[in-house]
């Protein structure tokens, strides 16, 4: 019975740190898409295509951080529930 805690606290710390990671993908999206543009240029893209190429970062930056801060809290909530489920 104890076993089954530490696996629910462990999945409660697991979702803690995909809900913060995803969250700081959503604040850092646009500095990690611009890095991201200017390596693909500095590679030999051309400059005329860096504003597409920079809003296709961001939107990839954006939907990956939103999926992983999205899920992280899903698990969290879920995980804080069945906890709260088993101490009362």
């Known amino acids: 019975m104890m076993t089954k ?3 629910l606290y462990g999945l409660i710390a697991l979702s803690i740190i ?3 990671s995803g969250f700081i993908q959503l604040l850092n999206s646009i ?3 611009i890095h991201s543009a200017n390596d693909y240029i500095s590679t030999g893209g051309s400059a005329e295509t860096f504003i597409p190429i920079t809003n296709g970062y961001i939107a990839t930056n954006v939907t990956k951080g939103g ?3 999205f ?3 899903i698990f969290l909530c879920v995980s804080i529930l069945n906890l709260s489920k088993k101490l009362n």
């Open 5 to 7: 805690n530490y696996a």
């Open 18 to 20: 995909l809900t913060i």
């Open 31 to 33: 500095e990690n898409a």
């Open 67 to 69: 999926i992983m801060f």
């Open 71 to 73: 899920v992280g809290l």
